[in-house]
């Protein structure tokens, strides 16, 4: 099992920053990629980014080029870095470990989730 704690998020103007961190515990071994995925009232939880190890990264059309993912190896910990943040971002955000190749990831555990609310 892995276990994963997020800390972060918050209320936030248009056009801010914010930054979500995760930590993960447990069994480290039995994941390849960690990421984060998004749901905002009404709609289907959809995949925000994604980072393998390696540090190959992969963002929804929706984010990219305003969020930055990261990853600390040594801490277990993944970052998204969110700027220039539009009201269309205001969801739940979850952290999630998995499995990932050069197509698919496969999220097997996830964290609590913390609420990003974008005001215009």
């Known amino acids: 099992q892995v276990q994963l704690v997020e800390s972060g998020g918050g209320l936030v103007q248009a056009g801010g920053s914010l930054r979500l961190s995760c930590v993960a515990s447990?069994?480290?071994?039995?994941?390849?990629?960690m990421g984060w995925y998004r749901q905002a009232p009404g709609k289907q939880r959809e995949l925000v980014a994604t980072?393998?190890?390696?540090?190959?990264?992969n963002y929804a059309s929706s984010v990219k080029g305003r969020f930055t993912i990261s990853r600390d190896n040594a801490e277990n910990t993944v970052t998204l870095q969110m700027n220039s943040l539009k009201p269309e971002d205001t969801a739940v955000y979850y952290c999630n470990a998995g499995r990932a190749g050069t197509y698919y990831y496969t999220p097997n555990y996830w964290g609590q989730g913390t609420q990003v609310t974008v005001s215009s």
């Open positions: 447990g069994s480290i071994f039995s994941i390849n990629a």
């Open positions: 980072i393998r190890t390696g540090d190959s990264t």
